[in-house]
T-cell receptor
């Protein structure tokens, strides 16, 4: 069964450093998403991406965050200057058909900012 | 603003029991509702997707129902097994395609 692949599975970074989280969505999917889950809290939407541009973003997704689809397969989330409160599990998801829904999630990247 | 709530927050049952997990949402104008399973420290596995026009979906021992007008969905797990132990999340899409997640139900099935 097709999978969404995320790397790395765990990343530790120092406060103020830049991190890039990587995702390979399912190949025929057109809609891409990032979500995050702070330990013990709800899964929260960050951003959706379609046709090489952001279609929606939450208030969490401020100027420190950016997304990119640098080639035909990768989808990345960059955090420019990490803060302690960015520590969370970050999930990438993709969907084939926005109207019908049905999202496939990756296994996540656990980001720890120290 | 759409809010999604799940009860109970945690549930511990002996193997073999039939279970009902509840999800409620404040705005009935949803596009669809999806149930996920999350194992500790892991990603989200999609279990069932119900379109707003549908009343229920079934997959194996799982059955999910949707009552849009009352803002509720239930996930029914038949003949529970220890391998069903996980956190179960429901999520809705409201006026966009972003998922709005509930608080989750942490299920433990003991032998």
């Amino acid at each position: 069964e097709p999978e969404v692949t995320q790397t790395p599975s765990h990343q530790v970074t120092q406060m103020g450093q830049e991190v890039i989280l990587r995702c390979v969505p399912i190949s025929n999917h057109l809609y891409f998403y990032w979500y995050r889950q702070i330990l013990g809290q709800k899964v929260e939407f960050l951003v959706s991406f379609y046709n090489n541009e952001i279609s929606e973003k939450s208030e969490i997704f401020d100027d420190q965050f950016s997304v990119e689809r640098p080639d035909g397969s990768n989808f990345t989330l960059k955090i420019r200057s990490t803060k302690l409160e960015d520590s969370a599990m970050y999930f990438c998801a993709s969907s084939e058909d926005r109207a019908r829904g049905g999202y496939t999630f990756g296994s996540g990247t656990r980001l720890t900012v120290v | 603003k759409q809010e999604v709530t799940q009860i109970p927050a945690a549930l511990s049952v002996p193997e073999g029991e039939n279970l009902v997990l509840n999800c409620s949402f404040t705005d009935s104008a949803i596009y669809n509702l999806q149930w996920f399973r999350q194992d500790p420290g892991k990603g989200l596995t999609s279990l069932l997707l119900i379109q707003s026009s549908q009343r229920e979906q079934t997959s194996g021992r799982l059955n999910a129902s949707l009552d849009k007008s009352s803002g509720r969905s239930t996930l029914y797990i038949a003949a529970s097994q220890p391998g069903d132990s996980a956190t179960y999340l429901c999520a809705v899409t409201h006026n966009t395609d972003k998922l709005i997640f509930g608080t989750g139900t942490r299920l433990q099935v003991f032998p």
